[in-house]
């Protein structure tokens, strides 16, 4: 099957397109990949409501249909020229998770319906509310094709997706042991030179690298996240940018940005401490932050970036989710148990087709 994965990511910063061929699972390869800018004024709204935790109902429910028409106009230009297409596995933008109480909150919005009227596509989404349906947390779902994508490394494996949120799958003998959130990857650093300067990001991480860690608010922010209990983070991260803010608002922008990648530093080393992994894979957008790389190279053994397993950082993500459509469509239900608490194997995610 020729699948398309996507997603755009907890950093806002862009949708995100792969084309695979699907034949089974360990049978990806991947056709082709193109990232595309959120537009500006939809980024603008769509961190409003998740950051400030604002929006009245109709205004959140514009988002939801402003966002699908925008993926579905990057998708026309992603889909133009190609003849056979099967499926498209769309996760959505998350604006809210949080997983206290009896039963995890979750949202992802982007309405599908557009996405499959530009394309006659069957669309397969809301992969999350499915997990949590059938008594999962809808969290952590990548070390799916952590496992698929480089469980036979080695003898242990630490993969780490840095997104917005770092998040880390432990794979011993071509099995998860362990995967969780560990705390922000890019998401204070983004947050912080948006806020003060209007950049979408420190390129390499070149500001940071000239600036001093803070130390109060760096202790600050590695005993808050230390202390979270949950396996997957989500409002937790806004409320750490707020505090992450507050307690650095007179410091050198050098100074938050070197701060900012060193509780990320240390956060994940202290993850990788026990189980001592024969490889830490890198991947997601943070893996192409230079700076960042050469400091959990310091903290941590044995770092490499998944391009050199064969897998470019950027696509390990968007492969989840052209993965999950493909199971979704074959009929072939996933076993979440170990990993987000789902009772029983479940078909992953909804289909939405109407053309």
């Given at each position: 099957?020729?699948?398309?994965g996507?997603?755009?990511g907890?950093?806002?910063?862009a949708?995100?397109?792969i084309?695979c061929?699907i034949?089974?699972?360990?049978k990806?390869e991947v056709?082709k990949?193109?990232?595309?800018?959120l537009?500006?004024?939809l980024k603008?709204?769509l961190?409003n409501i998740?950051i400030?935790?604002?929006?009245?109902?109709e205004?959140?429910?514009?988002i939801?249909?402003?966002?699908g028409m925008?993926f579905?106009d990057?998708?026309k230009?992603?889909?133009k020229g190609?003849r056979k297409?099967?499926?498209?596995?769309?996760h959505?933008?998350t604006i809210?998770?949080?997983e206290?109480?009896k039963?995890?909150l979750?949202w992802?919005i982007?309405?599908?319906?557009?996405l499959?009227k530009?394309?006659?596509?069957p669309v397969?989404?809301?992969?999350?509310?499915?997990?949590?349906?059938?008594?999962?947390?809808?969290?952590p779902?990548?070390p799916?094709i952590?496992r698929?994508?480089?469980?036979?490394v080695?003898?242990?494996?630490a993969v780490?997706?840095?997104?917005?949120i770092a998040n880390i799958?432990?794979?011993?003998?071509?099995?998860?042991?362990s995967?969780?959130?560990?705390?922000?990857?890019?998401?204070?650093?983004d947050?912080?030179i948006?806020?003060?300067?209007?950049l979408?990001?420190?390129?390499?991480?070149k500001?940071?690298?000239?600036?001093?860690?803070?130390?109060y608010a760096?202790?600050n922010?590695v005993?808050?996240?230390?202390?979270?209990?949950?396996?997957?983070l989500?409002y937790e991260?806004?409320?750490?940018k707020k505090n992450f803010?507050e307690m650095?608002?007179?410091?050198?922008?050098?100074d938050?940005l070197?701060?900012?990648?060193?509780?990320?530093?240390?956060?994940l080393?202290?993850?990788?401490?026990?189980?001592k992994p024969?490889?830490?894979?890198?991947?997601?957008?943070g893996?192409r932050?230079?700076f960042?790389v050469k400091?959990?190279?310091?903290?941590?053994?044995?770092?490499f970036?998944?391009d050199?397993?064969g897998?470019?950082?950027?696509f390990?993500?968007?492969?989840?989710?052209?993965?999950?459509?493909y199971m979704?469509?074959?009929e072939?239900?996933?076993?979440?148990?170990?990993?987000?608490?789902?009772?029983?194997?479940?078909?992953?995610?909804?289909?939405?087709?109407?053309v």
């Amino acid at each position: 099957m020729r699948c398309i994965g996507v997603l755009s990511g907890t950093s806002m910063n862009a949708k995100e397109f792969i084309l695979c061929e699907i034949k089974g699972e360990g049978k990806i390869e991947v056709l082709k990949y193109k990232s595309y800018p959120l537009e500006n004024e939809l980024k603008s709204e769509l961190k409003n409501i998740s950051i400030n935790g604002s929006g009245m109902i109709e205004e959140i429910a514009e988002i939801h249909y402003k966002l699908g028409m925008s993926f579905a106009d990057s998708l026309k230009k992603f889909i133009k020229g190609e003849r056979k297409l099967d499926v498209i596995g769309f996760h959505g933008q998350t604006i809210f998770h949080k997983e206290e109480g009896k039963i995890t909150l979750t949202w992802q919005i982007g309405e599908p319906v557009f996405l499959s009227k530009v394309s006659g596509l069957p669309v397969v989404y809301d992969f999350r509310k499915c997990d949590i349906a059938m008594g999962g947390r809808g969290a952590p779902l990548s070390p799916i094709i952590h496992r698929i994508l480089f469980g036979k490394v080695s003898k242990k494996v630490a993969v780490v997706n840095l997104g917005g949120i770092a998040n880390i799958t432990l794979i011993k003998d071509g099995e998860v042991v362990s995967a969780r959130d560990v705390g922000p990857a890019n998401a204070l650093s983004d947050y912080i030179i948006q806020k003060r300067l209007g950049l979408e990001y420190d390129k390499d991480g070149k500001m940071a690298e000239k600036g001093k860690v803070i130390e109060y608010a760096f202790k600050n922010a590695v005993k808050f996240f230390s202390s979270i209990k949950s396996k997957s983070l989500g409002y937790e991260v806004e409320i750490a940018k707020k505090n992450f803010e507050e307690m650095t608002k007179r410091a050198r922008i050098e100074d938050c940005l070197r701060t900012a990648i060193e509780i990320s530093v240390v956060l994940l080393a202290r993850s990788l401490k026990d189980f001592k992994p024969d490889v830490v894979i890198l991947c997601g957008g943070g893996a192409r932050n230079k700076f960042m790389v050469k400091r959990i190279t310091e903290e941590s053994k044995n770092v490499f970036i998944s391009d050199e397993f064969g897998v470019k950082a950027e696509f390990v993500e968007p492969i989840l989710f052209a993965f999950l459509a493909y199971m979704r469509m074959k009929e072939k239900k996933i076993d979440m148990k170990k990993l987000t608490g789902a009772k029983k194997p479940y078909l992953p995610g909804k289909i939405c087709r109407v053309v």
